[in-house]
Structure formats: C-alpha cells, structure tokens
T-cell receptor
C-alpha cells in the first residue's frame, strides 16, 4: 500500500544530543512537510519541500534542519536537542492532483528530550 | 484573526449525530479539510470540500460550508464508539503556492454508550 512511514516511532534523548528523524513515502507525492504537535497548540509547520532542490522554512524552524535526499525521503534533524523540543513530530506528503491537495500524514515520532 | 477556530470538546451518545464546527480565516480559501486523529496515530484525511461547494456527503459524513460566515461543519451520522477521536479542520489558502495548510487546534469528540 502507498504509505508514509516514520522512524523511529519513539525516541528518548538527552539535552545537547543530535537527533535525526526520518520520513519515507511510497505515494509518489512531490510535496513533503514536517510538523510538530503539542497539546493544545495543534500542528505547527517546521519545514516543507516542493522537490529535492527546494527547502523552505515554516513557522517554527529555529533549532531544526532538514534534508530532502530523494523525492521519497525527507529527514528532520535537531542539531542540539533541548527539552522544549519534546513533542510529537509528524511527516506529511501531498500532491496538488490528489484529494484537493490534502496532506497525508505518517504515524508520528514521539520525541522526549531530558 | 489569523487562527482557524474550533470548540475544544464535544460529547455525544452512541447512535446520535455529531456536529463539529470550525471557523476559518480566509474567504478566498480554495479547499477546506477535515482530519481525524485517533490516540497514538497520525492524522487521517477524512474528507475535503472545494470552496465553490456548499455541501459534500460521503457515507456517514456531511460537510457544510458557509462561505459568507467562513463557517465549516462536519456532521457524523449514527456516531459510533470508533468515532471517538480528535477532529481537525484545515484550510488551504490560494496565496500559499506550496500548499501549506492552516490547522485548527482540534475538537476532542467523546462517544458515550
């Protein structure tokens, strides 16, 4: 089945460590996104990408970086993790030609920074 | 304002209809969406509506759009315990060529037997 997968699903790390979250998709979509979800705050966009040559900052990109290694892969890095980056992280994909451009989400990565 | 607004909580009895409401920000929004998030899972795209429509029905789901009031609603007929989840509305603005979505904070729906 065409899908969006994220690894790892859960991660506990310490302040100052470098962390990479990975996202892969088999939907053939060109657009990919990274969000974080915090209770009561809904979803906030971190970075988004139109294709492998295109990276754009979202509303909360400070402290994060991304890499679009291929059309199907989009990874999120925390260079030096801090406790307020503890959150649920989602990757999403979209295509203008599918479902009105609606985004399809992965299962999420729960990150805890101690 | 800049926010997509939803009520935070809705309790409904099994078998009744649920209505989840949303107020969005931009009358020129092109598409509006409803997502469902179950515990421990990602967001699932339930349905969407193009802005030139005022209603869309898909099995137990009915979406109503009032462009004048910038009001979107999702009606779930014959609500089941499996419908307990958080529901998010989202809008896509024509100025956002990258297809960015603006999400509401979500409505927690609890279905009681």
């Amino acid at each position: 089945d065409a899908d969006v997968t994220q690894t790892p699903r859960n991660r506990i790390t310490k302040t100052g460590k470098r962390i990479m979250l990975e996202c892969s998709q088999t939907k053939g979509h060109d657009r990919m996104y990274w969000y974080r979800q915090d209770p009561g705050l809904g979803l906030r966009l971190i970075y988004y990408s139109f294709d492998v040559k295109d990276i754009n900052k979202g509303e909360i990109s400070d402290g994060y970086s991304v890499s679009r290694q291929a059309q199907a892969k989009f990874s999120l890095s925390l260079e030096s993790a801090i406790p307020n980056q503890t959150a649920l992280y989602f990757c999403a994909t979209a295509s203008p030609a599918t479902s009105g451009g609606g985004q399809f989400f992965g299962p999420g990565t729960r990150l805890t920074v101690l | 304002g800049e926010d997509v607004e939803q009520s935070l909580f809705l309790s409904v009895r099994e078998g009744d209809s649920s209505v989840i409401n949303c107020t969005y920000t931009d009358s020129s929004s092109t598409y509006l969406y409803w997502y469902k998030q179950e515990p421990g899972a990602g967001l699932q795209l339930l349905t969407y509506i193009f802005s030139n429509m005022d209603m869309k029905q898909d099995q137990r789901l009915t979406v109503l759009l009032n462009k004048k009031d910038k009001h979107l609603s999702l009606r779930i007929a014959d609500t089941q315990t499996g419908d307990s989840a958080i529901y998010f509305c989202a809008e896509s603005k024509p100025t956002d060529s990258w297809g960015k979505l603006q999400f509401g904070a979500g409505t927690q729906v609890v279905v009681t037997p």
